[in-house]
Antibody
């Protein structure tokens, strides 16, 4: 079955960097667009970024534009989120999610990777 | 102000029907055909229960239904059960600037 497993979370100081990974299995990863969605403690969901199957078309939320970069390695069935200049407000559980179609953006989710930005 | 507004909480007794509203600003109203709903139990990942306004993925109970009217999308849970106690999030495409937008989430309590 479809499985998405995030890793790479941890505690980082403000201004620091972190890279999250999302290992995909149970489906042909290269055929699907992917997203990162985050959830701050006790808060709702916030869409973060999108990457098309072409590996080039990317969109970002204004809150992370210029600081975060999404990428994928289809040979490793892995999605990445490189985060720089982290702020305390980036503290959240980060989920990767698979897109089935442009109108069904998040049909499968991982369990999330916790990122804590604190001094 | 979020582009999608949900009530913070809704409650009901077992067997009752409840409806969760999701009110959109003008930037998302035009994309209501993209509305989806997600159920999230504590400590778990979200799970899609409604997509494209009113379609249910395979395996999702037909007690869940979706609709839209004007600038409001709605999720109705009929025959409320204890297992329905969870957070529910609406989502829609907000156009080329906002991209995907979530509501703030609604906590459903089964009394």
């Amino acid at each position: 079955q479809v499985q998405l497993v995030e890793s790479g979370g941890g505690v980082v100081q403000p201004g620091g960097s972190l890279r999250l990974s999302c290992a995909a299995s149970g489906f042909t990863f290269s055929n699907f667009a992917m997203h990162w969605v985050r959830q701050a403690p006790g808060r709702g969901l916030e869409w973060v970024t999108f990457l098309h199957v072409d590996g080039r078309t990317q969109f970002y939320a204004d809150s992370v534009m210029g600081r975060f970069t999404i990428s994928r390695d289809n040979s490793k069935n892995t999605l990445y989120l490189q985060m720089h200049s982290l702020r305390e407000e980036d503290t959240a559980l980060y989920f990767c999610a698979r897109e089935t179609s442009p109108t069904t953006p998040f049909d499968s989710w991982g369990q999330g990777a916790l990122v804590t930005v604190s001094s | 102000q979020s582009a999608l507004t949900q009530p913070a909480s809704v409650s009901g007794s077992p067997g009752q029907s409840i409806t969760i509203s999701c009110v959109g600003t003008s930037s998302v109203v035009g994309n209501y055909h993209t509305v989806s709903w997600y159920q999230q139990h504590p400590g778990k990942a979200p799970k899609v229960i409604i997509y494209e306004i009113n379609k249910r993925p395979s395996g999702v109970s037909n007690r869940f239904s979706g609709s839209t009217s004007g600038n409001t999308a709605s999720l109705t849970i009929s025959g409320l059960q204890a297992e329905d106690e969870a957070d529910y999030h609406c989502c829609a495409h907000g156009g080329s600037r906002l991209h995907w937008v979530f509501g703030g989430g609604t906590k459903v309590t089964v009394l």
